[in-house]
């Protein structure tokens, strides 16, 4: 089973900063916290992952709370390309990702 | 230019029939992944292999077989088709190594996918 715990969906308005949030509240202390998505049943995509500090690339930012039991990926000017199925995943041990039914988000015009 | 590529993109057969999906990365990693998407969006782990050898055999029927010529290769062979094996079946690489348990270098490059319609 998915160690994360995610909305089913969110909305949010084109241009604007979209921040999803995941919990992970049993997550192991060397284990990673990876964001994928998904685009219309293409190949899921990396995105970013952290361990304790937070993370920036060119695609997304990510926040994680410094007791490591939740996480914020933020789009800071999401478009319509950015519609997709998003997923927060604990990194496995053995370096399987366990997805889980991830947050929908809906960037609308 | 394609990281990872897999043939076929869509393929329909009848049930009992055997067919292979192949698999292919141009990433030159050593770890390779097989996943299954059902009807209902859910994306489940099947097989992984690191450098050829098999690393992660979830609970999958012995119909699924996975083979591994070479490191930038991961092919699966399915045995009798079965309705419920339709699905969306993608393959994944990742510069992952066994030295690294925890999963710090575990980001994966999934293939387009191959869409498996058993009638």
């Known amino acids: 089973d998915a160690k994360t715990t995610q909305p089913p969906s969110m909305d949010c308005a084109e241009g604007r900063a979209a921040n999803l949030p995941c919990n992970h509240s049993?997550?192991?202390?060397?284990?990673?916290v990876y964001w994928y998505r998904q685009i219309h049943s293409q190949g899921p995509q990396y995105i970013i992952h952290?361990?304790?500090n937070n993370e920036t690339n060119e695609m997304a930012s990510l926040i994680i709370t410094e007791d490591r039991k939740s996480s914020t990926l933020i789009l800071p000017h999401a478009t319509l390309r950015d519609t997709a199925v998003y997923y927060c995943?604990?990194?496995?041990?053995?370096?399987?990702?366990?997805f889980g039914k991830g947050t929908k988000l809906s960037v609308k015009p | 230019d394609t990281a990872v590529s897999q043939t076929p993109k869509y393929l329909v057969t009848q049930m009992g029939n055997d067919k292979s999906i192949k698999c292919e990365q141009n990433?030159?990693?050593?770890?390779m992944y097989w996943y299954k998407q059902d009807s209902k969006k859910f994306l489940k782990i099947m097989f992984s292999y690191n450098n050829k050898e098999l690393i992660i055999n979830e609970t999958v029927p012995n119909r699924f077989s996975p083979k591994s010529p070479d490191k930038a290769h991961l092919n699966l062979h399915i045995n009798s088709l079965e309705l419920g094996d339709s699905a969306v079946y993608f393959c994944?690489?990742?510069?992952?190594?066994?030295?690294?348990?925890?999963?710090?270098?575990?980001?994966?490059?999934f293939g387009p996918g191959t869409r498996l319609t058993v009638l």
């Open positions: 049993t997550i192991s202390g060397n284990e990673y």
């Open positions: 995943i604990v990194g496995g041990s053995q370096g399987n990702l366990i």
């Open positions: 990433l030159g990693h050593d770890t």
């Open positions: 994944a690489s990742s510069p992952r190594t066994l030295e690294d348990p925890f999963g710090g270098n575990a980001e994966q490059f």
């Open positions: 952290g361990l304790k």
